[in-house]
């Protein structure tokens, strides 16, 4: 038994947990929040620079050939950072789309590019209200050209190509990559402004369908995605934790650290117990991304789960336990509770991977 | 990561396997074994017998000394060899605390001629010990027990009474910690011994509980006395002695209790809710997605610790949160199924109710699950102080002559 990471793949966490509090302070995330920047492009050409982005991609095609398991412990880092930058959906969705579903050409043509920041990815799926299903695309991609309109798009103001979830010519749902140069879009206000959201109309442009379409391919983005994205929650509700522990020893209220209070006590240790519950999940996400494992799409809904609980649980609780100054907006806790919910809802919120889990334990049950 | 034994875990791993398939039988389909209302005597017969064979063949004792017929092994393999016991009907209940906690307080403290005469016979099960902590003033406030022990010539005269004893009634000895000196402050008038429990004036009274079940015990003490060569540690430092006690406690990596997640989907496939399975109800759906999320959490976490324990390094408090989740999610669990049955919920009898009764048994036993051992508040308050570091509690009774502090129910 060795469910840990290996002492490299800590000694690369400690190393981007240094780099990201030295150089994604608060104040660049606020940056993005207060509308100065649509991200914190500086930061994210060192990160390209560092191989985090291609951490997971193949070293033949322009990655870092680390594996899932560093892509995971890096994943855990920008969410501690509150990130402002578009690594989910460039890493974890655009590259592992065409990783999972492209052919060999259209990897050679896009990874590389992806890898090294030259080219910013989105996952171009919502089309308003709704969580993801078949019935609810209607983009359509007749004669190789996408009509419709997508949003909220994370990155979709900034991103260099969108992987489009659009119904294709045989009727089916797939994903095709479309080129964002000359597309209609505008940015959105949404609750977390510390990243661009976007809509994007598509009026008959060009695209490429990668593989051969059926929502199976988009689900299984959505599934591999759910792990990498449960870092971000793990590491964004470590930090609240942290936040609200250091706070608890030193406010004094009554003549006595309110750390020292049980109501305090017992609010933190439900956040610490919410939070190594999604751990244990989220290492075991790891290993299934790594090994690809039989039951990869279940370890993905449970974690996600555990890790959406965990990091909501823990940034409300946060601002709780930080009373007054807890909601303005000069205290950083409101940036975990945007984040918290931002993450909370890309890629399908909590009801939708609860039934999806439940689905999985019945085919599970079944065979 | 992987979740391979390494070579010589897995060696053992097999000859763990090799014995308990020779001498028990594997645990068939998906029917509970219930832990039984009380030991009677001849479950306690099928204890000891049990436990003689497992001595005889070197799998009790896995981390003790060689010297008490142990074999230094690293803690991993104690895991190793519970998971795959696990498998198999094995006579449970007698001896999980005299060697888990006893003996071990006992190893630490004891003189050498006193290791030599008890703990052999703990191993192998010829003699049951039990810890006699609680009192009725003295719960979550261990420290707050008020039996007294008074210094007579070479002997100790214990007074008082002890209670939440587990086995009492069916043990040769045990270890206890009483007040010495009451006008010292709470923590400092404390002493440590052991006794044997067929001791003169000692009385066991088994507590019934609200699920029927006797697991439990009150001890009355009256003039016992106890030679002064019974002493573990210091006169005074018998709050220092119970920390070891208490510290084998977290060893003990909890296993799933039953009804579990899978017990539920199960339940909900034969169940119905609006002339449908209950299975295909969204509430329903969610509680199970929920439930199962935090079933395998406990799961990984315990991988985790297993990791650590193979890499030779010692559990801490943060092995509380296994009984602090398990203990509601199976009150939840237990409560949520029955709901499913509608009134016939209520209904005992294993013919008219489902899954062999074990969502009605746990809806009673459940509440002591969250009480024994650790209150969930308790849990709480070491995770929030031991792991995450936050300062104690603000005491009235610090420093104040353990005689002047309030205690129990006024």
């Not at chain 2, 979550?140 to 002997?155: M, N, P, Q």
Request: net charge negative.
């Amino acid at each position: 038994m060795n469910f840990d990471f290996s002492d490299d793949l800590k000694q690369l966490r400690d190393q981007a947990r240094r780099f990201l509090a030295e150089q994604c302070t608060p104040a660049v995330v606020r940056r993005s929040l207060d509308g100065q920047e649509t991200h914190a492009a500086a930061l994210w050409r060192e990160i390209a620079q560092m191989g985090w982005i291609g951490a997971a991609i193949p070293e033949e095609f322009g990655g870092a050939g680390l594996g899932y398991e560093g892509l995971c412990v890096l994943a855990e880092e920008m969410g501690r950072a509150v990130a402002p930058v578009p690594f989910g959906s460039t890493a974890y969705l655009a590259a592992e789309a065409i990783l999972t579903a492209g052919s060999d050409a259209q990897r050679r043509e896009y990874l590389p590019k992806l890898a090294d920041g030259s080219l910013i990815g989105c996952f171009a799926l919502s089309e308003g209200n709704g969580n993801p299903e078949p019935s609810a695309i209607h983009a359509r991609v007749v004669g190789g050209r996408l009509t419709g309109s997508k949003w909220p798009v994370a990155d979709g103001g900034i991103a260099d190509i969108a992987i489009v979830v659009a119904i294709d010519e045989h009727r089916q749902p797939g994903l095709f990559v479309a080129d964002l140069k000359d597309v209609r879009r505008h940015d959105l206000q949404t609750l977390d402004p510390s990243r661009n959201h976007a809509r994007l109309d598509f009026d008959g442009l060009p695209v490429q369908q990668l593989g051969s379409g059926g929502w199976g391919a988009v689900q299984r983005v959505l599934d591999r995605s759910a792990i990498l994205f449960a870092f971000e929650q793990v590491g964004g509700a470590d930090a609240c934790l942290q936040m609200a522990k250091d706070y608890a020893q030193e406010r004094y209220a009554f003549g006595r650290p309110i750390g020292s209070f049980q109501a305090i006590k017992h609010k933190l240790a439900d956040m610490y117990v919410a939070l190594e519950l999604a751990r244990s999940n989220a290492y075991y996400g790891a290993w299934a991304l790594s090994e690809d494992a039989t039951d990869l799409s279940l370890a993905a809904a449970t974690v996600r789960v555990s890790a959406t609980e965990a990091f909501h649980l823990a940034s409300k609780e946060n601002i709780q336990t930080h009373g007054g100054i807890g909601f303005t907006w000069a205290v950083d806790c409101h940036l975990f509770y945007r984040r918290s919910k931002q993450l909370g809802l890309m890629i399908g919120s909590a009801p939708f991977w609860k039934n999806r889990l439940v689905d999985l334990l019945e085919t599970r049950n079944a065979a | 990561m992987d979740f391979n034994d390494t070579k010589e875990e897995a060696a053992f791993r097999a000859e763990a396997r090799a014995f308990l398939s020779a001498n028990a039988e594997l645990k068939a389909g998906s029917r509970p074994v219930l832990r039984q209302s009380g030991v009677d005597a001849a479950a306690v017969k099928r204890c000891k017998e049990w436990q003689a064979k497992k001595a005889d063949a070197g799998f009790a004792g896995l981390t003790w000394p060689k010297r008490f017929g142990g074999k230094e092994a690293s803690p991993i393999l104690q895991v190793i060899y519970n998971q795959e016991e696990d498998d198999f009907v094995v006579p449970r209940g007698l001896y999980e605390i005299g060697l888990g906690m006893c003996i071990p307080t006992m190893m630490a403290y004891a003189q050498p001629e006193q290791l030599d005469r008890y703990v052999r016979p703990a191993l192998r099960g010829e003699e049951v010990w039990c810890q006699l902590f609680s009192e009725p003033a003295g719960g979550s406030d261990l420290a707050a027990l008020r039996t007294r022990a008074v210094r007579d010539g070479g002997d100790w005269v214990i007074n008082g009474q002890k209670i939440w004893t587990s086995g009492a009634h069916l043990s040769d000895f045990g270890i206890i910690v009483v007040r010495t000196d009451p006008d010292k402050p709470k923590h400092e008038g404390l002493t440590f011994f052991f006794l044997d429990m067929k001791s003169p004036g000692i009385e066991v009274r088994p507590i019934h509980q609200m699920s029927g079940a006797s697991h439990f015990n009150e001890v009355f003490f009256t003039d016992v006395r106890v030679p002064d060569a019974q002493r573990l540690g210091a006169v005074g430092q018998g709050w220092k002695v119970s920390l070891t006690t208490l510290m084998n406690e977290r060893l003990a990596v909890g296993d799933v209790q039953r009804p579990d997640v899978d017990d539920l989907v199960e339940l909900s496939r034969k169940m119905r809710i609006d002339g449908k399975p209950a299975l295909q109800n969204g509430a329903v759906r969610e509680k199970i997605a929920e439930w199962h999320a935090r079933s395998q959490g406990l799961k990984f976490t315990r991988f985790r610790t297993m990791t650590a324990l193979s890499k030779g390094e010692t559990p801490g408090p943060e092995n509380s949160i296994h009984k602090l989740v398990n203990a509601s999610k199976l009150q939840d669990i237990a409560s949520y199924g029955l709901d499913l049955m509608g009134n016939n919920g209520l209904v005992l009898d294993e013919d008219l109710t489902e899954a062999y009764g074990m969502f009605q048994a746990a809806l009673l036993s459940s509440p002591s699950a969250r009480i024994a051992g650790g209150s969930d508040e308790i849990l709480r308050n070491i995770i929030a102080e031991r792991v995450l570091g936050m300062p104690s509690d603000i005491r009235v009774d610090k420093g104040v002559p353990f005689n002047k502090v309030p205690t129990g129910k006024r």
